[in-house]
């Protein structure tokens, strides 16, 4: 897996990664260290003691903070689809057969081909030009 910074980018700021940043995390979902800190100093502040999220609270955003998390939740999606479709090429390169993997995910072996079979997309094109609506 190419866990080089710079292909990734956080899941909580958005910034992209370069070759200095580190990121906690997986899954797809990644936070930046800066974000980490952030996090982890507004979770240990005793006024947020019971809060049990920090900044993404819908009852907390207007309609404008929350329509501008949208390309960030969007991206975050895109790069967990990524991440997803790389483990399973990387599954593949042992030879575990496509039957395996759609059996781990709950789906057949024909659903696991068609999602998995095609070569994983660069960041940031996720496949979306071919898709887009022509309205
Ligand atoms: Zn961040």
Redesign the pocket.
């Known amino acids: 897996m190419n866990f080089e910074p710079t292909v990734w980018s956080?899941s909580?700021?958005g910034?992209n990664g370069t070759a200095d940043t580190r990121y906690a995390g997986g899954l797809g979902a990644l936070?930046?260290t800066?974000?980490l800190d952030s996090f982890c100093a507004e979770f240990a502040a005793p006024e947020n003691a019971s809060r049990k999220v920090i900044g993404w609270s819908d009852e907390e955003l207007s309609n404008i903070e929350m329509l501008a998390r949208l390309p960030l939740i969007s991206a975050t999606g895109a790069q967990v689809d990524r991440y997803l479709r790389t483990w399973v090429n990387l599954i593949r390169e042992r030879h575990v057969s496509y039957a395996e993997i759609g059996k781990a995910l709950g789906v057949s072996r024909q659903a696991a081909w068609e999602r998995f079979s095609r070569p994983v997309e660069p960041a940031g094109t996720n496949g979306e030009a071919a898709a887009a609506p022509q309205d």
């Open positions: 956080c909580f700021c910034r936070m930046c800066d974000c």
